[in-house]
């Protein structure tokens, strides 16, 4: 199908933007990889749906964890309780995350010590996240009596691959929807001269094995530096808790979704392959651009978190679990199938609101904003994906620091 999109050919003027693209990919992702900040339609803010229904899926746990969790007494490890939400972005879901565990902890101080602690939280991502619009959507600034808010609130810019905090500095970390995100594309998938190159391919869900290879290997290094960390942290009783993308199977990791349907129709699949194969056609990047994007996300299985978690060392699993989520709700879908320019704005939103950060240091924000345009109406067009579902899957897990 023809796109009916004006575009410039001037290769001239972007070639700047191919030269910066080139020196920023080189290295990790801490740099630049962030979800999209502010509160325009194109925002995480505004399309954090997904990671909104896992916060929903998995609070019974959630709660049911800290319901166990043993209660520090001040003059054991505590002045004050310590929580640190890791990969926390902008908007309400962290917000929500944190009053959730301080209000059941405060409950639990009240009821069964006769005292109500101090709460500090630690809002925590990479540096390029915007941490200003997250502060300015925290709850009024605390009052003395602790009605409006009640912690005290603190941002910490950082990886969260590496050290954030001092040692047994913390009672309770989640992490929500972000341990998906790799620290770095493996080498080897964006060089030709390997077997593992991922050629015409944006994401590794259907690519060769040794695509997924470099990309489970990564994941696998990646978990192993989060929980040696966290180890550190995290006092000996204190409770980690985490969320992250996961895939229901542990076999045929190429299948990163587990589900034929959802590959179809994922943001990350067919549509994002062939927008950035309409850039190409249109002589608007090369194929060596084309081919050097890889989004660096890898669903992880049950039996990988809980290997992770068992050669670290050092906690004790509460709980592993998978849980599935569905796209969006029965109306919502309805709505869309009456409407799919209206499903491919917000398809596109979505994309701009995860991705935007990343493939902008790849391609600068002209041709960035013309993938989208592209991603858009690949995906308006497309009214057999509407009649599929889509499915996420999360994986669940609760350790104890022993
Ligand atoms: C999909 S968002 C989830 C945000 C939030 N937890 C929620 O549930 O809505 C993933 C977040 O993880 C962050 N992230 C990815 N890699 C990270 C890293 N290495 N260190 C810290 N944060 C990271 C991203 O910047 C992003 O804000």
Same mark, same amino acid.
């Given at each position: 199908?023809?796109?009916?999109?004006?575009?410039?050919?001037?290769?001239?003027?972007?070639?700047?933007?191919?030269?910066?693209?080139?020196?920023?990919?080189?290295?990790?992702? @801490?740099?630049?990889?962030?979800?999209?900040?502010? +509160?325009? @339609?194109?925002?995480? #803010?505004?399309?954090?749906?997904?990671?909104?229904?896992?916060?929903?899926?998995?609070?019974?746990?959630?709660?049911?964890?800290?319901?166990?969790?043993?209660?520090?007494?001040?003059?054991?490890?505590?002045?004050?309780?310590?929580?640190?939400? &890791?990969?926390?972005?902008?908007?309400?879901?962290?917000?929500?995350?944190?009053?959730?565990?301080?209000?059941?902890?405060?409950?639990?101080?009240?009821?069964?010590?006769?005292?109500?602690?101090?709460?500090?939280?630690?809002?925590?991502?990479?540096?390029?996240?915007?941490?200003? %619009?997250?502060?300015?959507?925290?709850?009024?600034?605390?009052?003395?009596?602790?009605?409006?808010?009640? !912690?005290?609130?603190?941002?910490?810019?950082?990886?969260?691959?590496? *050290?954030?905090?001092?040692?047994?500095?913390?009672?309770?970390?989640?992490? &929500?929807?972000?341990?998906?995100?790799? %620290?770095?594309?493996?080498?080897? =998938?964006?060089?030709?001269?390997?077997?593992?190159?991922?050629?015409?391919?944006?994401?590794? @869900?259907? #690519?060769?094995?040794?695509?997924?290879?470099? !990309?489970?290997?990564?994941?696998? /290094? @990646?978990?192993?530096?989060?929980?040696?960390? *966290?180890?550190?942290?995290?006092?000996?009783?204190?409770? &980690?808790?985490?969320?992250?993308?996961?895939?229901?199977?542990?076999?045929?990791?190429?299948?990163?979704?587990?589900?034929?349907?959802?590959?179809?129709?994922?943001?990350?699949?067919?549509?994002? +392959?062939? #927008?950035?194969?309409?850039?190409?056609?249109?002589?608007?990047?090369?194929?060596?651009?084309?081919?050097?994007?890889?989004?660096?996300?890898?669903? *992880?299985?049950?039996?990988?978190?809980?290997?992770?978690?068992?050669?670290?060392?050092?906690?004790?699993?509460?709980?592993?679990?998978?849980?599935?989520?569905?796209?969006?709700?029965?109306?919502?879908?309805? /709505?869309?199938?009456?409407?799919?320019?209206? !499903?491919?704005? #917000?398809?596109?939103?979505?994309?701009?609101?995860?991705?935007?950060?990343?493939?902008?240091?790849?391609?600068?924000?002209?041709?960035?904003?013309?993938?989208?345009?592209?991603?858009?109406?690949?995906?308006?067009?497309?009214?057999?994906?509407?009649?599929?579902?889509?499915?996420?899957? =999360?994986?669940?897990?609760?350790?104890?620091?022993?």
């Amino acid at each position: 199908m023809k796109e009916s999109i004006a575009i410039s050919t001037d290769r001239e003027a972007l070639e700047p933007e191919y030269k910066y693209c080139l020196q920023t990919w080189a290295g990790g992702l @801490d740099r630049f990889l962030s979800m999209q900040g502010g +509160d325009d @339609d194109g925002s995480y #803010a505004k399309n954090s749906e997904a990671p909104a229904s896992a916060i929903t899926i998995c609070k019974p746990l959630f709660l049911v964890a800290i319901q166990s969790l043993k209660l520090f007494r001040r003059e054991e490890e505590m002045d004050s309780v310590r929580i640190a939400d &890791l990969g926390c972005a902008t908007g309400y879901n962290t917000l929500a995350t944190i009053d959730m565990v301080v209000e059941s902890l405060r409950h639990r101080y009240i009821q069964e010590c006769g005292l109500e602690p101090e709460f500090e939280a630690f809002f925590s991502d990479l540096p390029s996240n915007d941490f200003n %619009s997250l502060f300015r959507s925290l709850p009024a600034a605390m009052l003395s009596d602790g009605k409006t808010r009640r !912690y005290f609130a603190a941002g910490v810019p950082g990886s969260f691959y590496g *050290r954030l905090f001092p040692k047994r500095k913390l009672h309770v970390v989640v992490s &929500l929807s972000a341990l998906q995100w790799l %620290s770095k594309i493996p080498d080897e =998938v964006l060089d030709k001269r390997s077997p593992a190159w991922n050629k015409g391919r944006a994401w590794i @869900d259907g #690519a060769k094995g040794e695509v997924v290879e470099a !990309y489970a290997k990564q994941s696998e /290094e @990646d978990l192993e530096s989060f929980l040696r960390c *966290r180890k550190e942290e995290i006092v000996r009783g204190g409770m &980690l808790f985490m969320v992250m993308g996961g895939r229901p199977r542990p076999e045929q990791p190429e299948n990163q979704l587990g589900d034929p349907d959802s590959r179809a129709k994922h943001p990350f699949t067919t549509s994002m +392959d062939q #927008a950035w194969q309409v850039l190409l056609n249109e002589g608007l990047i090369d194929e060596e651009t084309r081919d050097g994007f890889n989004i660096p996300v890898y669903m *992880r299985s049950t039996e990988e978190v809980e290997r992770g978690i068992k050669r670290c060392g050092g906690f004790e699993i509460q709980r592993i679990e998978y849980q599935k989520i569905v796209e969006h709700s029965e109306e919502k879908h309805e /709505e869309w199938i009456k409407d799919p320019v209206s !499903y491919g704005r #917000a398809k596109a939103n979505l994309v701009r609101a995860t991705l935007r950060p990343i493939v902008e240091t790849h391609l600068g924000p002209y041709l960035s904003e013309e993938l989208f345009k592209r991603y858009e109406n690949r995906v308006s067009s497309d009214t057999a994906l509407l009649h599929k579902t889509c499915f996420y899957g =999360v994986i669940i897990a609760c350790a104890i620091r022993k």
